[in-house]
């Protein structure tokens, strides 16, 4: 960059792109200076070399920013992990697929594992049905992105979330927030309701006592 280009001539860029053609560097670092810009090269290898006039100080920075924003977009993908048994009774089987459920929608990859044990080896077909199962009910949120597979004593299936992890983060913020409203305002609610009634103050009726609640029982009227 500037008085670090040793070469005698360089093809010359200027700050918009556009071509200026072979100069000698000297004259480039003049124009360089009386645009108040920086003579950087771009093309070392190129013969002569390609410099381009431009703030450098603002081209670093604008990289800067792009790298950081690529950085904070850029979602690692996570494969959770859900065992289950070819004869899960129906209660397992519900708790089960609602953690399957909580991270298909948080944007995560789900592998099901079938554990076969003694002569369930010779049913296949349990964990297979089981895995069909499990897809249908999991259909709105994720897809079978592998295929159920014997990986010897067990049956694997792996399913894909259908939002991508950025996607589901905003969504679930979105309902997280939604959710706050309504207890914030089920709460305003309540309380306006303990004020309209403190406000009114108790409202209680006096029983009325008759002539003979004053009376000895003992004395005729």
Do not use: W
Not at 93 to 111: M, N, P, Q, S
Not at 119 to 141: C, I, S, W
Request: hydrophobic share 40%; charged share 35%.
């Amino acid at each position: 960059m500037n008085d670090r280009i040793r070469v005698s001539e360089v093809r010359l860029v200027g700050p918009s792109g556009e071509t200026v053609g072979i100069v000698p560097t000297a004259d480039a670092l003049r124009l360089a200076q009386e645009a108040d810009l920086d003579l950087v090269e771009i093309a070392p290898m190129a013969r002569p070399p390609v410099c381009k006039l431009m703030d450098y100080g603002k081209f670093k920075y604008e990289n800067a920013q792009k790298a950081r924003e690529a950085r904070r977009n850029q979602t690692n993908v996570i494969i959770k992990e859900m065992k289950l048994r070819p004869k899960i009774d129906a209660h397992d089987y519900e708790t089960k697929k609602g953690h399957v459920v909580r991270f298909l929608r948080a944007g995560d990859k789900v592998k099901i594992t079938i554990m076969f044990r003694g002569r369930e080896q010779h049913r296949p077909e349990l964990g297979f049905r089981l895995l069909q199962k499990l897809a249908e009910d999991v259909t709105e949120l994720g897809f079978v992105e592998s295929s159920p597979k014997q990986d010897g004593r067990n049956m694997v299936m792996v399913l894909g979330p259908h939002k991508k992890k950025a996607d589901a983060k905003v969504d679930m913020l979105a309902e997280k927030e939604t959710k706050a409203a309504e207890r914030a305002a089920h709460v305003a609610d309540e309380q306006a309701e303990r004020d309209a009634a403190h406000a009114a103050g108790p409202v209680a009726k006096k029983k009325e006592r008759g002539r003979s609640e004053n009376l000895d029982p003992e004395i005729e009227a």
